[in-house]
């Protein structure tokens, strides 16, 4: 390519943007259940966007969400494929169940959608392998709706570890214990316990911690190995086949080991539950979610990244920045296929009950 012609392109690359930033983008949302619901609150306070169709198979969240983006006045769709055949819907937001990630997406990619989709963006290898060859070179925005990676201390905290102020990272300790199982009863559990559906607890909720690991280490893992099981909740509520806890090794390039744990049954007033990323390096170690230091020895704790205001919508407003402005997206779909992928490891690892490897899933991120 001769160097005017990359110019031209680049420069018409530039003007779309400028074009498109002049008009709002048409902005279509499929699934407006509880997180959906969520996301068309901060997509109706970006100032370039505009919400043109809603999509959701239960005509009350469907109706909840016509009266929340009524300023736009949207049309309204039980079939997501209407959504994506109408020609002004630039960006289509994906917040269905998990196992409906990767179809819709790919269908949205090909009508030449940019596509914000919820995470995990699917649950199992296939699914992530079918949407990442729909997007890689599809010239259109992808973002994972991996959120925490949006978050300024974390994004500080991790930078420092980047820069080694921890030494080389060695070891990382995380988990995800919650204090209580899905409600039995409530509005999701019509696919949340089905493994089929949502992948698992590990799936489904701790892709999100898994990726703040990788992220802290700066690689994904090469293999896995671990347990899990229904324990407290036998076929309860029945029929279920998500496990209620598990404990994953997880081994990275380098010899990094990481082990993790979830559970549904820390007791609230017991200490040390809910979510934590202890990294520890050569030279000391960091809670990842304080973005506090603990240097070796009897030595005080540094603050490593403060606490500070954070935008509950400032995924989505990259998003829009990266359709608008062409700015890199938070986290592509290398990292929503990796971060899948190393909770889809994971699993297989608990349900094979053996040492599964990052290339036994037969995926090429
Ligand atoms: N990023 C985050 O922090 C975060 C938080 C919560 C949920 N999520 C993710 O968002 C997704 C949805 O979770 P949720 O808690 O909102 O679940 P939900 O059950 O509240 O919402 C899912 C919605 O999708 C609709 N739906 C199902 N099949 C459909 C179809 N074929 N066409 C159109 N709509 C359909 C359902 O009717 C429902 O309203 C999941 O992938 C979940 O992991 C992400």
């Known amino acids: 390519m ?29 699934g407006v259940g509880n997180r959906g619901s969520f996301l068309l609150q901060g997509v109706l306070r970006q100032p370039n966007a505009k919400v043109l169709a809603l999509c959701d198979t239960k005509p009350d969240r469907l109706d909840k969400a016509a009266t929340a983006a009524v300023r ?8 997501w494929r209407r959504v994506i055949e109408s020609k002004d819907v630039d960006a289509v937001f994906i917040a ?39 997007a890689k070179g599809s010239g259109k925005v992808f973002v994972a709706g991996q959120q925490l990676r949006s978050q300024k201390q974390l994004g500080e905290t991790v930078r420092k570890i980047r820069e080694g102020v921890i030494g080389d990272v060695i070891m990382v300790k995380a988990q995800r214990h919650a204090t209580a199982d ?11 316990f ?31 190995c671990g347990f899990g099981a229904i324990v407290m909740y036998k076929n309860d509520p029945p029929g279920r086949t998500i496990f209620d806890c598990g404990s994953i090794t997880y081994d990275y390039p380098g ?35 304080t973005g506090t230091m603990y240097p070796p020895g009897r030595v005080s704790p540094v603050v490593l990244a403060p ?12 998003f829009y920045d990266s359709i608008t402005k062409g700015t890199p997206p938070p986290v592509d779909i290398k990292g929503g296929a990796t971060a899948a992928l190393t909770a889809i490891l994971g699993h297989q690892a608990m349900v094979q009950e053996k040492v599964v490897t990052w290339s036994d899933l037969g995926v090429e991120v």
């Not at 899905?182 to 949340?192: M, R």
């Not at 089929?196 to 690689?219: F, M, P, R, T």
């Not at 606490?307 to 990259?318: G, L, R, T, V």
């Open 72 to 79: 736009d006045n949207p049309a309204t769709f039980a079939d």
């Open 2 to 30: 001769s160097v005017n012609r990359r110019f031209f392109l680049f420069g018409s690359a530039l003007a779309a943007h400028a074009f498109q930033s002049e008009k709002p983008v048409g902005t279509g949302m499929i």
């Open 307 to 318: 606490k500070q205001q954070e935008d509950q919508f400032a995924h989505i407003a990259a």
């Open 96 to 134: 269905t169940p998990p196992y409906l990630h990767s179809e819709m997406a790919i269908a949205a990619i090909k009508a030449g959608k940019n596509v914000y989709c919820e995470k995990p963006i699917g649950v199992t290898p296939a699914q992530v392998r079918a949407l990442l060859d729909a």
């Open 255 to 289: 010899g990094v080991k990481m082990s993790f744990t979830q559970n549904v049954f820390h007791p609230a007033s017991m200490p040390n539950g809910n979510q934590y990323v202890y990294v520890y390096g050569t030279k000391g170690a960091v809670d990842l979610m």
């Open 194 to 224: 089905d493994v089929a559906k949502s992948g698992g607890y590990l799936i489904e909720q701790s892709v999100h911690n898994l990726d703040l690991c990788n992220w802290a280490i700066g690689a994904h893992p090469s293999r896995a």
């Open 182 to 192: 899905l409600e039995h009863d409530g509005t999701s559990a019509d696919w949340y």
